[in-house]
């Protein structure tokens, strides 16, 4: 089963084979889908900030019958950009643009972390506001997606690293793995400083959805987050039924990643003990427990300055769960996993 997974992970993740290529691909435009670039670009946010999001509604449902029978994931996006704005400011949304998401969504969700992250392009990001709120919002995703980037190398190096029984291999497979991570912290601490205007000019997009009641785009459906931690020590108690729960807001490729290594169970942990504890593995073992848990703290240290409603009795965050309260759980759970690590016996 484990040599399964390790093959399909590449294919997995559009960030992991492939990143910079995939991107220039989805920049291109193509047909009649120039237009309604174009206007997501440019004319959405300029709307939205001068309170005129009918003009939105109205552009839709002029537009929407010249796109193309075939959509890629960008002109999803834009579509799924279109119809957030409409949802959260409390416009009228044209029953054509509905059905179209519902079905090239599969029911949605409509907008997704996947989609906001890693499907909207570095050179043409985009984004519900502009200006100094633009720019925060353009580098908030872009944060997210060096994070998803570098926990996909790092990733790959466990899986490389788990496929050797050599020693010597499996801890040369992990070399450069401390820097492929560091960007979770570094990024996160530098989401912590925005300017929390700023980020509450965009946020209340990222919302769940008004209408549908689907879970907003959140870092909650981070998928490199939940692999990282499943190589390392597999999932906690909770995870399968969020996943069952809540699969829908991933994207394919990384739920069946995911859902794979939870089948599979083989951890880096269990595998250094397997080797009899190489000293190299064991100090990335350690590096990446206290990275894990110094990334819970500093994403609630975060959360508490960006907004702090959040946090309250009843505060929900952008995935529409109790934001406090889960943020405090994950925390416990990630240092009791930590404290019940098996220690090496002299």
Same mark, same amino acid.
């Given at each position: 089963? %484990?040599?399964?997974?390790? =093959?399909?992970?590449?294919?997995?993740?559009? %960030?992991?084979?492939? $990143?910079?290529?995939?991107?220039?691909?989805?920049?291109?435009?193509?047909? *009649?889908?120039?237009?309604?670039?174009?206007?997501? !670009?440019?004319? /959405?946010?300029?709307?939205?900030?001068?309170?005129?999001?009918?003009?939105?509604?109205?552009?839709?449902?002029?537009?929407?019958?010249?796109?193309?029978?075939?959509?890629?994931?960008? &002109?999803?996006? *834009? $579509?799924?950009?279109?119809? &957030?704005? =409409?949802?959260?400011?409390?416009?009228?949304?044209?029953?054509?643009? #509905?059905?179209?998401?519902?079905? /090239?969504?599969?029911?949605?969700?409509?907008?997704?972390?996947?989609? =906001?992250?890693?499907?909207?392009?570095?050179?043409?990001?985009?984004?519900? &506001?502009? +200006?100094?709120?633009?720019?925060?919002?353009?580098?908030?995703?872009?944060?997210?997606?060096?994070?998803?980037?570098? /926990?996909?190398?790092?990733?790959?190096?466990?899986?490389?690293?788990?496929?050797?029984?050599?020693?010597?291999?499996?801890?040369?497979?992990?070399?450069?793995?401390?820097? *492929?991570?560091?960007?979770?912290?570094?990024?996160?601490?530098? $989401?912590?400083?925005?300017?929390?205007?700023?980020?509450?000019?965009?946020? +209340?997009?990222?919302?769940?959805?008004?209408?549908?009641? %689907?879970?907003?785009?959140?870092?909650?459906?981070?998928?490199?987050?939940?692999?990282?931690? !499943?190589?390392?020590?597999?999932?906690?108690?909770?995870?399968?039924?969020?996943?069952?729960?809540?699969? #829908?807001?991933?994207?394919?490729?990384?739920?069946?990643?995911?859902?794979?290594?939870?089948?599979?169970?083989?951890? @880096?942990?269990?595998?250094?003990?397997? @080797?009899?504890?190489?000293?190299?593995?064991?100090?990335?073992?350690?590096?990446?427990? #206290? $990275?894990?848990?110094?990334?819970?703290?500093?994403?609630?240290?975060?959360?508490?300055?960006?907004?702090?409603?959040?946090?309250?009795?009843?505060?929900?965050?952008?995935?529409?769960?109790?934001?406090?309260?889960?943020?405090? *759980?994950?925390?416990?759970?990630?240092?009791?996993?930590?404290?019940?690590?098996? #220690?090496?016996?002299?």
């Amino acid at each position: 089963m %484990f040599a399964l997974v390790t =093959l399909a992970f590449p294919e997995s993740f559009c %960030f992991f084979k492939g $990143l910079a290529k995939k991107i220039c691909r989805q920049e291109k435009t193509q047909g *009649d889908t120039m237009e309604l670039q174009r206007f997501v !670009l440019e004319m /959405l946010p300029q709307l939205l900030e001068c309170g005129n999001a009918a003009a939105i509604a109205v552009w839709a449902r002029e537009h929407l019958q010249q796109l193309p029978a075939s959509r890629d994931e960008l &002109t999803v996006l *834009d $579509l799924s950009m279109i119809e &957030t704005s =409409l949802a959260h400011s409390g416009v009228p949304i044209p029953a054509s643009l #509905t059905s179209l998401l519902m079905n /090239l969504t599969n029911g949605g969700p409509f907008l997704t972390y996947h989609q =906001l992250v890693m499907v909207n392009p570095a050179q043409a990001t985009r984004c519900f &506001t502009r +200006g100094p709120s633009g720019e925060a919002e353009r580098a908030f995703y872009l944060a997210h997606k060096e994070i998803e980037h570098g /926990l996909a190398m790092a990733c790959a190096k466990i899986m490389k690293a788990l496929g050797h029984t050599d020693p010597q291999q499996a801890c040369n497979a992990l070399h450069g793995i401390e820097h *492929d991570t560091s960007v979770l912290i570094e990024n996160t601490r530098h $989401l912590a400083g925005m300017n929390p205007e700023h980020f509450a000019a965009f946020r +209340g997009y990222l919302a769940s959805h008004p209408v549908h009641g %689907f879970p907003g785009p959140s870092g909650l459906f981070s998928p490199g987050v939940y692999l990282l931690e !499943l190589l390392l020590r597999g999932p906690q108690s909770t995870w399968p039924q969020f996943f069952a729960n809540r699969g #829908t807001c991933f994207d394919n490729e990384s739920l069946r990643s995911i859902t794979g290594a939870m089948e599979d169970g083989h951890t @880096l942990t269990a595998h250094m003990i397997s @080797l009899d504890w190489p000293p190299r593995m064991h100090e990335v073992v350690r590096f990446l427990e #206290t $990275l894990l848990d110094s990334f819970r703290g500093h994403h609630y240290k975060a959360v508490r300055k960006q907004i702090p409603q959040a946090l309250t009795p009843g505060g929900t965050g952008t995935a529409g769960e109790s934001a406090g309260q889960f943020l405090r *759980d994950r925390m416990r759970e990630s240092k009791a996993s930590h404290r019940n690590q098996p #220690t090496k016996r002299e």
